[in-house]
């Protein structure tokens, strides 16, 4: 029954389908995809100065710190695989250079304050939409 409740909840949420791994685990990457776009492929838009696009609202610069994967950043960033491995290559350039811990918290707090972003107060508020996603409130 519970194996039941699990592909249920996963077949809703959409649980990982698409991701890329690495550090940030799958759950972490749903739940910060959620919380930037309902992890839906959202046109770009204007956000504080510069665009952002995507499934993760990755803007122009976050792509260049990723390795600039995929072709450009706006296809990189419409494509669920693409713009999970950019977020996967930023927290892997950054979390250890900034000592963030290897906590969704931390790299959640990093997606959106920017290298140093575990270390923010002004990412808190971030961090705490996150775990109000569905599913999110007990991710690590």
Same mark, same amino acid.
């Given at each position: ?5 699990? &592909?249920? &909840? ?44 995507? *499934? ?6 976050? +792509? ?8 450009? +950043? ?14 996967? !290559?930023?927290?892997?350039? *950054? &979390?250890?250079?900034? !000592? ?21 107060? !002004?990412?808190?508020?971030? +961090? ?13």
């Amino acid at each position: 029954m519970l194996l039941y409740a699990v &592909v249920i &909840v996963s077949a809703v949420l959409g649980l990982s389908e698409g991701f890329a791994t690495g550090m940030v685990s799958q759950a972490c990457l749903q739940c910060i995809c959620m919380a930037e776009s309902g992890c839906t492929n959202l046109p770009c838009k204007m956000d504080v100065g510069s665009l952002s696009c995507g *499934y993760f609202q990755i803007k122009h610069n976050y +792509w260049l710190d990723c390795g600039s994967i995929g072709g450009s +950043w706006q296809a990189c960033a419409a494509d669920k695989t693409c713009a999970s491995q950019c977020v996967q !290559n930023y927290m892997a350039r *950054y &979390v250890n250079h900034y !000592n963030c811990p290897h906590t969704c918290e931390a790299y959640a707090r990093e997606h959106n304050g920017g290298p140093n972003g575990c270390h923010h107060s !002004n990412t808190l508020s971030y +961090w705490h939409h996150v775990q109000s996603q569905p599913g999110c409130s007990n991710v690590h």
